[in-house]
């Protein structure tokens, strides 16, 4: 079980300018070390872990008003790719009149932002395992198992992350072996049209199946 002595919050400066109410309400959502191998970056050239890329990002948590609205930040934390993280996903005030955080049952909605480049979304996979749940619930707790920001609204992943590799995915002499094969959601074994082979070195391989 992951567990928390505390919860802290702080307003840090990002380039995404995503701002949050803090409420009487909240949910902990766990950002466990042994998962962080299933959370990428994606986009049409490819796909890359977290853990290659070394530019200042922050990992948040976003929710809807309404169908179809704009995306609402509900609490955030840096990315530290050294130790668990947790996000603090902020609740509704019911005292006031307008949304100000997750309402009840919420499913859950991550949102990535890079160094210089701006806000990136992607749909999670979450644990149900107990005592964790894969949507909102007030003093609920939630953990992340993987998920992949991409591919839609991203150009190009080495466009965004230009500079900022923290291996060699260019040296063709590297020894490379496949880790593992996901899905678009960063899950493994599924049977999936578009999917995405992991190397060794870093590199990531986009494949569609063609019946």
């Given at each position: 079980?992951?567990?928390f002595?505390?919860?802290?919050y702080?307003?840090?400066?990002?380039f995404c300018?995503?701002?949050y109410s803090?409420?009487?309400?909240?949910?902990?959502?766990?950002?466990?070390?042994?998962?962080?191998?299933?959370?990428?970056?994606g986009?049409?050239?490819g796909a890359?872990?977290?853990?290659?890329?070394?530019?200042?990002?922050w990992?948040g948590?976003f929710?809807q008003?309404?169908?179809?609205?704009?995306?609402e930040?509900?609490?955030?934390?840096?990315?530290d790719?050294?130790g668990?993280?947790?996000?603090t996903?902020?609740?509704?005030d019911?005292t006031?009149?307008?949304?100000?955080g997750y309402?009840?049952?919420?499913d859950?909605?991550?949102g990535?932002?890079?160094?210089?480049?701006g806000?990136?979304?992607?749909?999670?996979s979450?644990?149900?395992?107990?005592?964790?749940?894969?949507f909102?619930?007030?003093?609920g707790f939630?953990?992340?198992?993987?998920?992949?920001?991409?591919p839609?609204?991203?150009n190009?992943?080495?466009?965004?992350?230009?500079?900022?590799w923290?291996?060699?995915?260019?040296?063709d002499?590297?020894?490379?072996?496949?880790?593992?094969?996901?899905?678009?959601?960063g899950?493994?074994?599924?049977?999936?049209?578009?999917?995405?082979?992991?190397y060794?070195?870093?590199?990531v391989?986009k494949?569609?199946k063609?019946?």
């Amino acid at each position: 079980m992951f567990l928390f002595s505390n919860v802290a919050y702080s307003q840090v400066d990002n380039f995404c300018n995503w701002d949050y109410s803090v409420t009487a309400n909240n949910a902990i959502i766990a950002i466990q070390q042994d998962n962080f191998d299933n959370i990428y970056l994606g986009g049409p050239d490819g796909a890359t872990s977290l853990l290659y890329v070394e530019c200042s990002m922050w990992i948040g948590v976003f929710y809807q008003t309404f169908e179809g609205g704009p995306l609402e930040c509900a609490g955030y934390t840096e990315w530290d790719g050294t130790g668990n993280m947790a996000v603090t996903a902020w609740g509704d005030d019911s005292t006031t009149n307008e949304q100000d955080g997750y309402s009840s049952g919420d499913d859950y909605l991550f949102g990535l932002c890079v160094d210089g480049y701006g806000s990136i979304f992607g749909v999670p996979s979450m644990s149900t395992e107990s005592p964790f749940t894969d949507f909102y619930s007030t003093n609920g707790f939630a953990s992340l198992d993987g998920v992949v920001f991409g591919p839609n609204g991203v150009n190009s992943v080495s466009q965004i992350i230009q500079g900022c590799w923290s291996v060699n995915l260019s040296n063709d002499n590297l020894n490379k072996h496949l880790l593992k094969t996901i899905d678009v959601y960063g899950r493994e074994n599924y049977n999936s049209t578009t999917f995405f082979e992991l190397y060794s070195d870093g590199s990531v391989v986009k494949k569609i199946k063609i019946n």
